[in-house]
C-alpha cells in the first residue's frame, strides 16, 4: 500500500553526532589525523587571566580551515555553512545544540594571533607530510602570482610631493575626461602613513609618467569602457591607496589594473607539497624575493632532516646576485636567464685566466672598474680601451658608432654564475626541470586561488594577508596528506595479481632510482639502454 510520511517533531530524541558520519567521511578522517592541542600553550600568552571565556584557539583554527576547505571566505557565510554540516561539526567539537561561535569572534581572534602562530601550524602540517614521506626535499620549483586585495581602485589617491598638490597636477599628471567629469568614490578613512603618502619617485620616472599618461589620455577617452574603473593609468609612484596602503597597483597582460598582493609559493616536486607561502607589495619583482624565500624553505627541510638540492624557477627570478647567493649555499639554479642577457658584445672573446675581452681584430679590452647600477642596484662590471687602440681600425664606425671615441661596455659581475647556470639549463636535466616546473607549481597556485579561498585576500593589511595565505596552503595540504594516506592503507594482497604487478612495479622504480644515483641522472628520468 501506498505511504505516507507524517512529520511531527520529538521532545526528546537520541542522537549522537559520531553515529551519523561515515568513516570515510572526509571531516572526520581529518579530526582523526590532525592535533592541534600544541596551540593551547603557544597562544596562552595572548588572553588575559580574567573575563569572560573566548573562542577555543583549536576551534578557531579548525573553523578557519573549513573556510578555505570549503572556498568560503566571508566569516559570517562560514558560520551559516557549518550550522548546517553535520560532519563540520563533528570535527570542530559542537554538538547539534550548541550555538557556534559569532562570526565576528573569528575576525577578532585571527587579528590577536600574530603570523607566527599560523606559520608555526603550517610547519606542523608540513612535518606531518614529511612523516608519511611526501616530501622529498631535494627538487623545490618557486613561483609567484597576483592576488587580489580587498580594495577598490575607485579609491585611489595622489601621493603629494613637497610643492603644492595642483602645482604637481600641471606639471605631472595629464587629466583625462573621465578625472574631470567622474568623481572618485572615497574611502572611509585612510589608513596609510606619511611615507606613503609622499612620492618618492626621481624627477626622471616622474617625467616618464608624464609621457606615458598623455599617451594614455589621448587614446585611452575614445576607447569603449573608459569610464570603467581600472581603466585609468594609475601608477605606486604617484598613487596610492587609502583603504589597504599595503596593496599596491599591478597589471597582467590583457587584464585591467588591480589592486593586489604578490603571493610567493615554493613546492616541493615529489608530491607537490606546499614548503612555503608568503606574500609580498605587488610592485616587487620576483628576483628581490628569492633569497628570503630559500633562507625559510631550507631551515624548515634541514628540520625534517631533508637535504635541498635543485631550485627551479622562471626567468622572473633571474640575477647574477640570486645565482652566486643559490651556489654559496650549495644549491644548483635552473632559473633561466634573462633575454637581454649577454656575456659580452657580440664577437669579442672573454679571457677568464687574464679578465679581458678581446675584439674581433684581436684587441685586448681590460677591465677597469666594477660600480653599481643605479637603475638596477646591480653589480657590473666595466671593460674599456683606450683610444690609440681603437684608432685605424677598420671596424671603428661600426663598433664606436659616431662620436664614441673608445670602446667601452658593461657586463655583469656574476658572469661565471650565469654561464654556470646557463650550461644547467639548456642541458637534458634543465630540460626535464622545466617540465617539472610547470607541472608542478603553476596547478597548485591554480588550485589554491580558484578553490581554496585566495582568489581574494578579505582582509586588510599584509600581516593578515600572510595569514590567510598560510591558512589556505595548511588547507591544500591537508587535502594533500588524507588523499596520500588513504591510498597507502589500501590493503592490495601479494598474492593476488595486482599484488604482484604493484610489487614488480616497485622494484623496478627504486633499482632504477638506485642507477640514476650512480650515473648522476635526474629523478624519474627514463633509464639508459643496456
Known amino acids: 500500500m501506498q505511504g505516507k510520511k507524517d512529520y511531527q517533531e520529538k521532545l526528546f530524541a537520541h542522537f549522537q553526532l559520531s553515529e551519523r558520519i561515515p568513516e570515510n567521511n572526509f571531516y572526520r578522517r581529518l579530526k582523526g589525523a590532525l592535533d592541534l592541542d600544541f596551540l593551547y600553550p603557544l597562544t596562552k600568552g595572548y588572553y588575559g587571566e580574567s573575563g569572560q571565556k573566548s573562542i577555543d584557539p583549536v576551534v578557531f583554527f579548525k573553523l578557519c580551515l573549513v573556510g578555505y576547505l570549503e572556498n568560503i571566505i566571508s566569516d559570517r557565510k562560514l558560520i551559516d555553512h557549518c550550522s548546517m554540516r553535520l560532519d563540520i561539526l563533528y570535527f570542530i567539537g559542537y554538538d547539534i545544540d550548541e550555538e557556534l561561535p559569532w562570526h565576528s ?78 568623481p572618485h568614490r572615497k574611502s572611509k578613512g585612510d589608513r596609510s602613513d606619511n611615507g606613503q603618502r609622499s612620492i618618492s619617485a626621481s624627477e626622471k620616472e616622474l617625467n616618464a609618467i608624464k ?33 589597504d596602503p599595503d596593496a599596491r597597483i599591478s597589471v597582467k597582460p590583457g587584464k585591467a589594473r588591480k589592486l593586489n598582493y604578490l603571493g610567493q609559493l615554493s613546492v616541493d616536486t615529489a608530491h607537490h607539497v606546499i614548503t612555503d607561502i608568503r606574500a609580498y607589495h605587488a610592485d616587487g619583482k620576483d628576483n628581490q624575493h628569492l633569497p628570503d624565500i630559500v633562507k625559510r624553505v631550507k631551515r624548515r627541510l634541514w628540520k625534517e632532516g631533508l637535504v635541498w638540492e635543485n631550485c627551479v624557477a622562471d626567468t622572473g627570478y633571474s640575477s647574477g646576485e640570486n645565482y652566486a647567493f643559490l651556489e654559496a649555499r650549495g644549491l644548483k639554479s635552473f632559473i633561466p636567464p634573462h633575454g637581454t642577457y649577454k656575456g659580452g658584445p657580440d664577437g669579442f672573446t672573454y679571457n677568464n685566466t687574464e679578465d679581458h675581452y678581446i675584439c674581433p ?37 661600426r663598433c664606436l658608432g659616431k662620436s664614441a671615441q673608445e670602446k667601452k661596455f658593461t657586463v655583469t659581475y656574476y658572469r661565471a654564475e650565469y654561464e654556470r647556470n646557463i650550461a644547467r639549463v639548456e642541458g637534458p636535466q634543465g630540460r626535464y626541470m622545466k617540465g617539472k616546473r610547470q607541472s608542478t607549481v ?55 595479481g595486482a599484488g604482484k604487478l604493484a610489487l614488480l612495479f616497485f622494484i623496478k622504480n627504486r633499482c632504477q632510482e638506485l642507477e640514476r644515483k650512480l650515473v648522476g641522472l635526474p629523478k624519474n628520468l627514463d633509464c639508459p639502454s643496456s
Open 105 to 182: 569572534t573569528i575576525s577578532r581572534t585571527r587579528q590577536l594571533f600574530p603570523e607566527s602562530v599560523f606559520e608555526e601550524v603550517f610547519t606542523k602540517v608540513l612535518g606531518m607530510c614529511a612523516d608519511k614521506g611526501m616530501v622529498s626535499g631535494h627538487t623545490q620549483a618557486i613561483d609567484s602570482a597576483p592576488v587580489k586585495a580587498n580594495a577598490s581602485m575607485d579609491t585611489l589617491e595622489l601621493k603629494v610631493p613637497e610643492e603644492e598638490l595642483q602645482e604637481h597636477l600641471r606639471k605631472v599628471r595629464v587629466l583625462s575626461s573621465m578625472d574631470k567629469e567622474v
Open 211 to 243: 609621457g606615458r599618461n598623455k599617451k594614455w589620455a589621448k587614446d585611452q577617452d575614445q576607447r569603449p569602457g573608459a569610464g570603467n574603473k581600472g581603466a585609468k593609468y594609475t601608477s605606486n609612484k604617484t598613487h596610492y591607496s587609502p583603504t
Open 361 to 397: 681584430q684581436g684587441k685586448v679590452i681590460p677591465f677597469t672598474k666594477v660600480f653599481l647600477d643605479y637603475r638596477t642596484k646591480t653589480k657590473k662590471k666595466e671593460y674599456r680601451a683606450r683610444k690609440h687602440v681603437c684608432l685605424g681600425c677598420p671596424l671603428r664606425a
Open 442 to 496: 603553476e596547478p597548485v597556485f591554480g588550485t589554491l586561488i580558484e578553490f581554496m579561498g585566495l582568489r581574494k585576500i578579505n582582509t586588510i593589511g599584509l600581516k593578515q594577508a600572510n595569514k590567510a595565505m598560510h591558512l589556505s596552503a595548511i588547507a591544500y595540504n591537508l587535502k594533500k596528506y588524507l588523499k596520500f594516506d588513504q591510498k597507502r592503507s589500501i590493503p592490495i594482497a601479494i598474492g593476488s
